[in-house]
């Protein structure tokens, strides 16, 4: 309850610093206040471009989420198994992230249309971090059971759902709460510039360009509150089937 007090005490400072700020401006075209923001939300949650351009991100974001997911843990999972291809793959995942996300953003305009250029940035985006965290996890697991599960001849299914997977889960969801944020906001970068119809990336454009102010600040914070509630519903996905698993042990 008192940490919860705290949180509440800091969201009302800041809005409170917001809210002098924009008196001390004093300019709604540099800067608006929290009121005028939440009343451009309101106006943009009455229109059916702003569902529209919601869905289209989500969609596209969501599916370069799991693409990198998917071959991530896929990869990792044969890095563990063969290391002349973990060995392979060091440099290319580092390379990935390490290169700014600018630099992928001009590149990729290059070889893929720009509708799917959010796709490509939210994979880019994930797949590092799945991969490693999840190869790390792998490699976390118990010798002594892994001893014990040889000694046993338990089978390689038994030994993934019993031993591999309770030690590489947490790691998991730990990549998955990183890349979910890093790819949200990388996937949203690419849309402001590739533009694609249906798109938040796009509306925020629009925003800018027209000196919008409260409706750019009303994007941001629908930006905002869709990525904690995706991480949020996200995450609880994950953790129902992760508690699956371990039940079904």
Same mark, same amino acid.
Request: glycine residues 4%; charged residues 15%.
């Given at each position: 309850?008192k940490?919860?007090c705290?949180r509440i005490l800091?969201v ?6 917001w809210?002098t700020a ?5 300019q ?6 929290p009121l005028e923001t939440?009343q451009?939300?309101f106006s +943009?949650?009455?229109t059916?471009?702003f569902?529209?351009s919601?869905?289209?991100s +989500?969609l596209?974001? &969501?599916a370069?989420f799991?693409?990198? +997911?998917?071959?991530? =843990?896929?990869?990792a999972?044969l ?5 002349p &291809?973990?060995?392979?793959l060091f440099?290319?995942? $580092?390379?990935?992230?390490a290169?700014?996300?600018? $630099?992928f953003v001009?590149?990729?305009l290059?070889w893929?249309?720009?509708?799917n250029?959010?796709i490509?940035m939210?994979?880019?985006m994930v797949?590092?971090l ?20 040889? =000694?046993f001849?338990?089978?390689a299914?038994?030994?993934?759902r019993g031993?591999?997977?309770?030690a590489a ?10 890349s979910?944020g890093m790819?949200?906001k990388a996937?949203?970068?690419a849309?402001?510039?590739?533009q694609?119809?249906n $798109?938040?990336?796009s509306?925020l454009h629009r925003?800018k =360009? ?11 914070l629908?930006?905002?509150? +869709?990525?904690v509630?995706?991480?949020k519903c ?5 953790n129902?089937l992760?508690r699956g698993?371990?039940n079904?042990r």
């Open positions: 309850m940490k919860r705290w800091a009302v400072f800041w809005l409170l610093l809210q924009a008196m001390a401006v004093n709604r075209i540099l800067l608006v206040s939440l451009a939300l +943009l949650l009455q059916a471009a569902y529209q919601v869905a289209g +989500l596209r974001i &969501l370069g799991f693409a990198g +997911l998917v071959l991530g =843990v896929g990869l999972a890095a563990k198994i063969y290391m &291809l973990r060995e392979m440099p290319v995942m $580092s390379a990935v992230k290169t700014p996300v600018a $630099s001009i590149l990729a290059i893929i249309p720009s509708k250029l959010s490509f939210a994979f880019l797949l590092p799945i991969y490693s965290n999840f190869l790390e996890g792998l490699n976390r697991a118990d010798a002594q059971l892994l001893e014990m599960a040889k =000694v001849r338990m089978s299914f038994n030994r993934i031993i591999y997977w309770p889960f947490p790691y998991l969801l730990t990549a998955m709460r990183l979910l790819c949200w996937g949203i970068a849309e402001v510039i590739a694609p119809k $798109s938040i990336g509306a925003a =360009v027209f000196f919008s102010t409260p409706e750019l600040f009303a994007w941001t629908a930006i905002i509150l +869709l990525s509630t995706l991480e996200m995450l609880h996905l994950v129902r992760g698993l371990e079904a």
